[in-house]
């Protein structure tokens, strides 16, 4: 049965109620449960949210304040639901269709009717829980990308069979774009999976409340993309100072290395924006403060680096041993995620922990004023949340209790609120300019201001061709701040002439990512068995990981990109600021700008920015490399001037010392600046 309620329209039926409606610009939203619609957003945008931006103001309505009113119309067949420039079809029987606002359909519920299979599958578990399948039909030229970070190797989703849930290395979004023009967000923090198969697409969240999911329509990305960002959250704008590069390895054992690291790029006259102290810097997991021993005056480290023009990122994990001078408190208090059954460690990294509960809001402002007192005091702005999924062994969520429920239910949360617990206290103290990098993300983490990186990746060619399209994946997932460990967290023998290869070739990749940030756990024949700067005296750190690490002849390659990514760093800061205002990334693969067939699959080249066309090279001893321009512009080769027509494959030098770059022709790059 179909009904008009409120602007809204619901269908009922035997074990099922749904309900569509507009919720913001050219989006709908469509939810179903077994006998009642459930008013949780999770984490999208209401009225009176202003998360977004540094001054709390939103850009555009927030979702479920839509900007127009709905047009709804019943008919014969069934009844129309108009948002804008999208529009749902819904017939007497329940059946769904989005359509443009030309009456192209945008994709439309699979009703397997020869087996009796409906397109939403909603099967009671008990205790007010169902298992979920929502089935949609394929198109054969569709394509898929988004779903946020995971180096599975694939650039266009469609024939993937992919895991909703958080694991180092990965983090789901749950928002798709198609190429057919609509953004596709499953809104729904279950565990679960996606399969965009050929003879179907089908939503699976194993143990959930209700069916939610909503349709952006808007035909470009770049509409959708904006429209997302409305219903999400904005991204901050980039500080000036964030766009520079990067130092950090595992680990720096004490200040004065850390410090003298940071003296040596101030010598040799590289520039540098940020420097990390890494994890194990602590007495115990759980405590949230410098081990004094190794870190005897914060302040003045903080207060040096700052006279160099150098920030202090500290590693901060969300980890509490049971040794820890926090632990009991947070026990008793309910403020650690528990297990629901067997023994609490849920976790163990030289001991046994569990975790702080960051979907407990109690728990969050316990933990900030640690940090506040700790490290925020000592004048420390910017903080690595690592561990952020959290991590696991096993991944076992059905045994997690978290405040907001049972691991299956909401576990994808989880780096939501650990980001927004620093977000909101670094607001409280009248902190502006958030950066904080982070390790996995969900929908609407953009707008706590955090640098999302791709985790504990492995040191090889195979690895950094995955990450340029991973790097894809994200910045239509509505992350627009994302890097990468440059050379691989896992291994790299700095002394290997082969190591120094891959690491030149990933250097010049990470110079045209969002963030350029250098971080990995090198090896060192040398490392002694025990060390004596950690809290166990296991807890080693691995070998050189500095520009100069590499020898000289890669010393010299590397100080070269440092300087082109210095002279582009104006454009960075207003390219990332048109982000934040408008949802355009940075980095972004050639159909965001140039629709065309033929770079649908094309996942190794990518725009930075619309004035700069990056083509990394991936493979060990490759001198040359193929490209393809889009089509309708003039494209001008930096590597000797030369100019090309868009719309053609072309091949080009790349020795070991270049990386091929073009720019768009009249734009504000000029291929000088890139050379």
Known sequence: MLTVLENTIQFRREGEVLQAEVF???????????????????????????????????????????????????????????????????????RLSFLDGTGRVLLREFWAD???????????????????????RAEAEEHFYGLGQEAHD?????????????QNTKSTIPFVVSSKGYGFVWNNPAIGRVEFGNSRTRWVAEEAVQLDYLVIGGGTPAEILKRYFDLTGHSPELPYWATGLWQSKLRYETQDELMEVAREYKRRGIDLSLIVCDYFHWPQQGEWKFDRRYWPDPEGMVRELSEMGIRLLVSVWPTVDMRSENFSFMQENNMLIRSERGPFPLFICRGPESLFDSTNPEA??????????????????????????????????????YHLGNGMQVSSLYPFYYAKAFYDGQRAEGQEEIVNLIRCAWLGSQRFGVVLWSGDIMSDFDSLRRQIKTGLHVAVSGIPWWTTDIGGFHGGDVTSPAYRELFVRWFQ???????????????????????????????????????????????????????IRERLRTYIFEELKKTSEEGIPLMRPLFYDYPEQEVYDIFDEYHFGPDILVCPVYEAGAGRRKVYLPAGECWVFAGDGREFKGGQWIEVPAPLASIPLFARKGGRISAEILR
């Open 24 to 94: 913001g610009k050219g989006i709908i939203r469509v939810r179903a449960g077994l006998d009642r619609i459930r008013e949780e957003n999770w984490t999208l945008l209401t009225p009176g949210d202003v998360y977004g931006h540094p001054a709390g103001e939103l850009n555009g309505s927030p979702g479920g304040c839509p900007d127009e009113s709905a047009v709804i119309r019943l008919k014969e067949q069934g009844a129309v639901l108009k948002a804008g420039d999208l529009q749902l079809e819904i017939s007497r029987d329940g």
């Open 114 to 136: 020869e087996r009796d299979v409906p397109a939403r599958v909603l099967k009671n578990r008990g205790g007010g829980m169902c298992h979920i399948e929502q089935f949609f």
């Open 154 to 166: 694939q650039f266009d989703l469609k024939g993937s069979v992919l895991d909703l849930c958080q």
């Open 364 to 401: 969050r402002t316990f933990v900030w004023e640690r940090i506040k007192e700790n490290y925020y005091r000592l004048g420390i702005r910017n903080f690595w949340l690592d561990e952020a999924e959290p991590e696991l062994t096993p991944y076992d969520y059905d045994n997690l209790h």
């Open 509 to 563: 990749f990470g110079a045209f990512c969002p963030v350029f940030r250098m971080h990995g756990f090198r090896d060192k024949p040398d490392r002694p068995k025990v060390s004596p700067y950690s809290l166990d005296s296991c807890c080693y750190s691995g070998g050189p990981n500095e520009i100069w690490s590499y020898g000289e002849e890669a010393c010299e390659i590397l100080s070269h990109y440092v300087e």
